[in-house]
């Protein structure tokens, strides 16, 4: 069957961009999820949780990934290209446990837009009473506990093999398990490879509008939601802002919303930064103004209103590269590696920035040139300089910003191939993906002497070394 007709529609993916997940059910037969149960039982007896060793330990799971509908729907959130991550984990609710609070996983970045989804895969059907995965829909816009009403959370309950993809951001938390029984949740990170330029999935409208969607929502975050939905369509930053004739556009009116960000409440603070974005060039300086604040809040509100104003917010952003606070340095390289490949005048500062005193500057540097320079091999020569870096992070975003860059980055093989055996598992990891992505002959061979050297065996125990 056409592929297409696994793809999410113009609905689903407005949903999504809305409530930060969507849920699908696998093809496959009840059968196979109740081996996958049974193997997790087993591993789980003999060895405890196997953490990012899941998929070697019980190898059909990659069958859950593979299957249309799930593939169809990562597709339409992250492109054609998504990337499996390194990193998964089994989440065990274990029978009668009291659940856990609502939290965000550790690396929550200042992007609405997304790069980044969990798949939630659960093996054995999960009423409630099981203990499932709890989500507060729409929360992935926000990063203060205050601004979360726990009483609009939704337990995300299925039959075996239902999968739910969520947003990374989302709040979220393992349930009480009032059961005797036990709970299984497989958790797999990906992430998106290439800047959109085309819709991905089904789309037969890129226009956003209200349709399925409560009048309530819409006023409250029609903005936000357009400009995440802009971006998914591949849409062109910078157009979308009043017209010259409007008395709105003065520096006075901007100047009151820039106060307006001052607010108590999160979700009307937000609201306010996409309001401001819509002055286009205008708001600009009052915005990169901003990333001087002492408040992070202040600094996160700034960002989000100048990746919407997008391609004529660069040039401010690339002179806020060189400002003497190490924080503006940094927000202007993360609101530029937002923006993306609109930003790609900026490539020059962000190679120049990774080599800037701050180990935050220098993370930020090395993932931006992940989305901004994703046309050329430009950045490749200082971005496998990164690989050096003493701090880690500054190497995960460089060795993936390099998997990003793809066929770009085939200068980088022979330092790819030094970092394979980098003491951080998750450089480790990318580097093997760059190394596919890249996919030179010399890429290949390399990649093949790893896999010979570091094979490792799914059915050898103690109990059955050989």
């Known amino acids: 069957m056409d592929q297409k007709e696994y793809l999410l529609s113009d609905q689903q993916m407005k949903n999504f961009i809305r409530d930060g997940y969507v849920t699908v059910q696998t093809d496959l037969p009840a059968e196979f999820h109740e081996l996958v149960f ?6 789980f007896e003999k ?12 190898p059909m799971i990659q069958e859950v990934f593979d299957d249309r509908r799930v593939s169809g729907a990562l597709t339409s959130v992250l492109g054609q290209d998504y990337y499996l991550q390194p990193h998964r984990h089994c989440h065990y609710n274990p029978p009668n446990s009291n659940g856990q609070n609502l939290h965000q996983d550790g ?54 093999g239902t999968v739910t993809i969520t947003n990374y951001d989302l709040w979220h938390r393992a349930m009480p398990n009032h059961s005797s029984k036990k709970r299984y949740m497989m958790k797999f990170l990906f ?19 209200s349709g399925g969607i409560p009048s309530a ?11 995440v939905w ?16 409007t008395t709105m556009l003065d520096s006075t009116t901007i100047l009151e919303l820039i106060e307006g960000l001052r607010q108590d409440s999160e979700p009307k603070c937000i609201d306010t930064a996409y309001t401001i974005s819509k002055f286009g060039a205008k708001a600009v300086p009052a915005l990169v103004k901003q990333l001087e604040d002492e408040s992070e ?77 994703q046309k050329d091999s430009t950045a490749v020569p200082d971005l496998a300089l990164s690989l050096q870096d003493e701090n880690e992070r500054v190497r995960r975003n460089g060795v993936l910003a390099l998997a990003r860059l793809g066929p770009y980055a085939y200068q980088a093989v022979s330092v790819l191939q030094t970092v394979l055996g980098d003491n951080n598992r998750y450089v480790r990891g990318d580097a093997v993906h760059a ?32």
């Open 297 to 373: 809040d202040i600094r996160r509100y700034a960002f989000c209103a100048l990746s919407a104003v997008g391609e004529p917010a660069v040039n401010a952003l690339i002179t806020a590269t060189q400002h003497q606070d190490w924080w503006v340095r940094a927000g202007a390289a993360e609101t530029l590696g937002n923006i993306g490949t609109s930003a790609r005048a900026a490539v020059p500062s962000l190679i120049q920035a990774l080599q800037d005193k701050s180990e935050r500057v220098r993370q930020l540097a090395a993932e931006a040139l992940g989305t901004t320079s």
């Open 435 to 466: 190394l596919r992505r890249i996919g030179t002959p010399e890429a290949r061979e390399v990649l093949i002497q790893s896999l010979l050297k570091s094979r490792w065996c799914p059915l050898t125990s103690k109990e059955s070394a050989y």
């Open 107 to 160: 690396g929550k970045r200042w992007s609405h837009y997304t790069r980044w989804l969990l798949a939630l895969y659960y093996p054995q059907e999960t009423p409630e009473e099981l203990g499932p995965t709890g989500i507060i829909p729409k929360s992935h816009y926000y990063g203060n506990r205050d601004s979360i009403d726990d009483d609009n959370e939704v337990p995300l309950c299925g039959v075996a």
């Open 217 to 227: 929502i819409v006023d409250n975050d029609v903005k936000m939601f357009q400009q």
């Open 38 to 43: 049974q193997q997790t039982e087993n591993v």
């Open 230 to 245: 802009k971006w998914h369509c591949g849409q062109t930053n910078g157009n979308d802002h009043y017209p010259s004739s």
């Open 191 to 209: 992430s998106r490879m290439s800047e959109p330029e085309v819709p991905s999935w089904n789309s037969q409208d890129t226009e956003w509008t």
């Open 47 to 58: 060895e405890g949780n196997p953490g990012n060793n899941l998929l070697p330990r019980i």
